[in-house]
């Protein structure tokens, strides 16, 4: 479910034309529903309702200060990954005991600003990290709360990039160390041991994996929160989204198709996990990222040229993998819809096999391939749909181009949440050597 959909042909996000977005704020650019952010996270939210629980957006997916407000003013806590994402939440008006702090790379100015800033807990990714929060703890004479990452090793099925969970990944401790782990971090007297953590992936579309590794990790989180009095265990995000097709009611054939089906919803995920987890006692946490921004998010472009060769129909549009990085990383796919459907345009007779393709100078450079669409032409506006997880949050400066304008919408109103990046601030911390004037 979201909240962009074509109302007599024309795309809305809420109750805002996305094309009057378009004209008034230029392109390339996001726009966000705060409608759907809000649903996504209530969904999760209520799916946990029955037990002792925290949902922590992980901002890693969309950080926007207006989007992380929208969150914070539903009862969101934070999965932060650094110290940046730490002052963003801060900034945005999030509670910073909320928080809790994941990555394998903190660094020790990085961990006395989550200390002085009194964060629910750090989650450790090895022990040389366990050492260094008790020797800056001891030096801020503080006790810092910790829960230890477990790497449960087990597959969780997605894209080799974006998976976490198993011991060929960089993160967590292995499961069968772990209980020696928290035997010595005991031994560190400015530990405070909250807690156990585990994350196995991102864009998860089926619920056996998390159940997998939660019927692996409960009874060492059983036996270790008896030991050390834990209060939580945080069983990670990747919930997944349907990508493909994401427009519901744009698109006639969704409800006939079978991926419908196989959306992991949050009450299908709560049904398989709250009996396992219920009975530890503990507060659970979760952090997701791409399933609240994900479908809450839309990158807007315009068609700048249409290059016909022999054997392709080539769009070329104003946004470009600077812009949104996914399908260049991830070969992930993006639904793609013109902001304003003319009768006929879902008939094949009046689509044809293009690729949009931005204009940087990388063959990568492409949204889709061999697509079946709807005849466009120069100085129309495409929407790319599921872009709000992962997406301007990767964006780069490459080939010089300017970081895109983000746009929040709440029912009839819409707010620039960023303006769109001034070429000067691209180089305004550069300079040229005296040597060379
Ligand atoms: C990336 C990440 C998440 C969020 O993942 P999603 O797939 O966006 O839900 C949660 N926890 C940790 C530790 C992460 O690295």
Redo the contacts with the bound molecule.
């Keep these: 479910m979201h909240d962009f959909g074509f109302k007599r042909g024309r795309l809305y996000c809420e109750n805002v034309s996305v094309a009057s977005l378009a004209r008034k704020h230029g392109s390339p650019l996001y726009v966000y529903s705060h409608a759907t952010l809000t649903r996504n996270f209530e969904q999760l939210d209520d799916a946990l309702s029955p037990i002792k629980h925290l949902v922590c957006y ?1 901002p ?2 969309n950080s926007n200060l207006g989007v992380l407000r929208t969150l914070a003013n539903a009862g969101s806590g934070f ?1 932060i ?1 650094s110290g940046g994402e730490l002052q963003r939440v801060i900034a945005a008006g999030g509670d910073p005991k909320k928080c809790i702090f ?1 990555g394998v790379g903190k660094t020790e100015e990085e961990i006395e600003l989550a200390l002085k800033k009194g964060i629910y807990s750090f989650n450790v990714e090895s022990e040389p990290e366990l050492v260094r929060i008790n020797k800056v703890a001891r030096r801020l004479k503080k006790k810092a709360p910790i829960a230890v990452r477990v790497n449960p090793n087990v597959d969780a099925k997605t894209h080799a990039k974006i998976t ?1 969970g198993t011991y060929d990944n960089k993160f967590g401790i292995a499961f069968e160390e772990i209980e020696g782990v928290y035997e010595r971090a005991a031994k560190l007297k400015h530990l405070h041991l909250r807690g156990i953590q585990m ?1 196995i992936g ?2 998860l579309t089926e619920v056996a994996p998390f159940e997998k590794a939660v019927r692996k990790v409960a009874p060492l989180a059983k036996r270790l929160a008896e030991k050390h009095g834990f209060e939580f265990f945080s069983i ?4 997944g989204i349907v990508y493909e097709p994401a427009l519901e009611s744009g698109d006639a054939n969704w409800w006939r198709s079978p991926k419908r089906k196989k959306l992991l919803t949050p009450a299908k995920y709560a049904a398989k996990l709250l009996p396992l987890l219920q009975p530890l006692g503990l507060r659970i946490l979760i ?5 609240i921004a994900g479908n809450a998010g839309i990158l807007i472009t315009r068609v700048e040229y249409v290059k016909r060769t022999g054997v392709k129909n080539f769009v070329i549009v104003d946004a470009a993998m600077n812009d949104l990085a996914r399908p260049a990383l991830y070969d992930s796919y993006h639904e793609i819809v013109p902001l304003t459907q003319k009768a006929g345009d879902h008939l094949k007779r009046n689509q044809i096999s293009s690729d949009v393709v931005g204009p940087i100078c990388e063959s990568g450079d492409y949204f889709c391939k061999k697509r079946m669409l709807p005849k466009v032409g120069e100085g129309d506006y495409l929407a790319l749909l599921s872009a709000g ?1 992962y997406g301007f949050v990767m964006a780069s400066n490459y080939n010089t181009r300017a970081l895109a304008a983000e746009v929040l919408v709440k029912g009839n109103r819409a707010e620039v949440v960023r303006k769109r990046q001034s070429l000067k601030q691209l180089w305004a911390g550069e300079s040229v050597p005296k040597w060379l004037q």
Aim: aromatic share 4%; hydrophobic share 30%.
């Design positions: 992980s890693k997916a999965d990954v994941a976490t994350h991102s864009q990670g995000g990747g919930v952090e997701p990222g791409r399933f997880a």
